[in-house]
């Protein structure tokens, strides 16, 4: 079920407040106009009554697609508030699961902008594997770390872009949002990684680097886990494969 519900919302511009309907769960099946607004980026905009200002209003947003059973849990937040965002979806499962998850039950992931939700939307469609993705781009990140910082720029993945040969990713600066380049990435080897990591062990070593359920490159450069008291010879060395 889509779900919308009306909040008082001040402009930002010239502060007048105003009864707005926003979204907050979107089912594709049902409503597939709205999955057309949230990609065009014209879900939960606001034009002010009094001053006609343009704005987005970011909430949080749950998205569901029943067809290819992934739901995405968009928690707008700064990176920095991931672990927050992360207790409060594990919260949100919880509810959900006493009430009527279909059966099977759907993937679950978070995200915490709308750039994300769209990007991770992309990639589920493609039938990628974000954890592949997010390794992808942290072995980019660590293969360009001289003009390539984490801090200061974020890889986006390009599905719309990307071809049989190649999966592409995007440059954006974290701080003007600019889209400053583009790298490709050889689908073949995206393969060899999916083949690679298509066994128990390997499979493990994935889940530790990214755990979840906020799955990000960036996060795992930016906060690295914590060392182990002793240096086992399974230990994820991302450099290897
Ligand atoms: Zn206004």
Known sequence: MSQTTVYTIACPRCGSRQPVELCESINVRENPALREDLMANRLNIVVCAGCGHRFRVDKPLLYHDPERRFMIYLYPA??????EAERLFR??????????????????????????????????????????????????????????DPVRKRLLFNAQDSTDEHLFFVVQDVETRQLEAVIQYNRAAYRALCETFDDDVQTARLLELFPGPYISARRLLLEPPAPRSHDSPSAPDLSEI
């Open 78 to 83: 700064p990176e920095e508030q991931a672990a």
């Open 91 to 148: 919260g949100m499962i919880e509810r959900l699961a006493g009430r009527s998850l279909p059966t099977p039950a759907p993937a679950m992931h978070l995200v915490l902008n709308r750039v994300e939700l769209v990007e991770r939307i992309f990639l589920l469609e493609a039938g990628l594997d974000e954890r592949i993705i997010e390794y992808v781009k942290h072995s980019v990140y660590t293969k360009n770390s001289n003009r390539l």
